[in-house]
């Protein structure tokens, strides 16, 4: 199992950009690894997700808002938003996904969540 600590969540205006980063117990490079988000009343949905292959997949929702990235050196899942709207406000998640157990597609679904870190976007 590893351990993922989300930071950098936050309260915004619409309009403004927040960056989330995912602190990875151990080796960051042996799991795929996305970010997943809850709003209130809703089922948690995949926002961004690193593929085996390194492809990068985004959910229609936040195409051309977010960007994820990882940074293997220091361990580290980032996720920038930019051009925030009141609908994503959610809870956001770190997510990971043991490679071994595959991980191709785009939808593949996590083994591995941290605790969450929450955004709030007023309009």
């Known amino acids: 199992q590893v351990q993922l600590v989300e930071s950098g969540g936050g309260s915004v205006q619409a309009g403004g950009s927040l960056s989330l980063s995912c602190a990875v117990s151990?080796?960051?490079?042996?799991?795929?690894m996305g970010w997943f988000r809850q709003a209130p009343g809703k089922e948690r949905e995949g926002v961004a997700r690193?593929?085996?292959?390194?492809?990068?997949r985004y959910a229609d929702s936040v195409k051309g808002r977010f960007t994820i990235s990882e940074d293997n050196g220091k361990n580290t899942l980032y996720l920038r938003m930019n051009n925030l709207k009141p609908e994503d406000t959610a809870m956001y998640y770190c997510?990971?996904?043991?490679?071994?157990?595959?991980?191709?597609?785009?939808?593949?679904?996590?083994?591995?969540w941290g605790q969450g870190t929450q955004v709030t976007i007023s309009s």
């Open positions: 690193i593929d085996g292959d390194g492809t990068m």
């Open positions: 151990g080796s960051i490079t042996g799991y795929c």
């Open positions: 997510v990971a996904r043991l490679r071994g157990l595959g991980c191709t597609g785009g939808n593949w679904y996590p083994n591995n």
